[in-house]
């Protein structure tokens, strides 16, 4: 059937000659994969709507239970010029994308995702800050998701904490290591307290070793939560 439906893309792909394979999370069907034919064409009609980012409308012959579904047309919705021109607000929104990307399944309508995407995406935009804004965001995903970390308070005025991948409780620190219960220091819990609440709190700016801390930490528990490995790249990647 031909739909049309709100979409942004998470990822793409080069797919022979003139094409690629795009994957989209739509409002109407979750995360889907399609293919845009000639979208690589100087003279292609989809313009920048299907890059890594983009928020579009898209019609698209679409198929349930199908691999790959074909899309048509595409116009994009809301340029985002900050994300595009700036390399840490870049990041941070792959990071955000890449996090849906991979924990979502096929096919499966999710509107408060969604609409944490759209709106996530709005607030790397404005932001100072896009780290801390992006770790709220992926936070927020997890609660969204039905395992949310909660907010034990300020860290306790030790060198480090001990965090339960189960309940994302605090636990004695003589406990880390075992049992699923991992040893983070003091600086990066501080910043994933503040990040529970107002990201926008956060004075100074996140450290290489906290950041490290801080995306070991979101893997280990995402991972946990859904029983498969989930570990970002974007990161790595854009070091």
């Known amino acids: ?133 992006g770790l709220a965001i992926r936070l927020r995903l997890a609660d969204v998701m039905g395992f949310g970390v909660p907010d034990c308070g300020p860290p306790p005025p030790n060198p480090a904490v001990a965090v339960d991948m189960g309940n994302g409780m605090l636990r004695p620190e003589t406990l880390a290591g075992t049992g699923g219960v991992i040893r983070m220091s003091n600086a990066a819990y501080g910043i994933l307290h503040s990040c529970l609440g107002d990201a926008s709190a956060i004075s100074t700016t996140v450290s290489p070793a906290d950041r490290l801390e801080l995306e070991s930490f979101l893997s280990l528990y995402f991972s946990h939560h859904l029983d498969k490995r989930v570990s970002g790249r974007t990161y790595d990647v854009m070091k």
Do not use: W
């Open 1 to 133: 059937m031909l739909l049309s439906t709100e979409a942004i893309v998470l990822h793409s792909r080069k797919f022979g000659d003139t094409s690629r394979i795009v994957v989209l999370y739509t409002r109407d069907h979750g995360k889907i994969s399609v293919v845009a034919k000639g979208v690589r064409k100087p003279s292609s009609p989809f313009g920048s709507a299907l890059e890594p980012l983009g928020h579009a409308r898209v019609t698209l012959y679409f198929k349930r239970g199908r691999d790959l579904h074909t899309v048509s047309a595409a116009e994009s919705i809301t340029p985002r010029r900050r994300i595009r021109d700036s390399y840490d607000h870049l990041q941070t929104a792959l990071a955000v994308c890449e996090l849906l990307l991979r924990t979502q399944a096929d096919e499966e309508r999710n509107d408060a995702v969604f609409d944490l995407l759209c709106d996530g995406l709005n607030a790397v935009e404005d932001t100072h800050d896009p780290y801390a804004t």
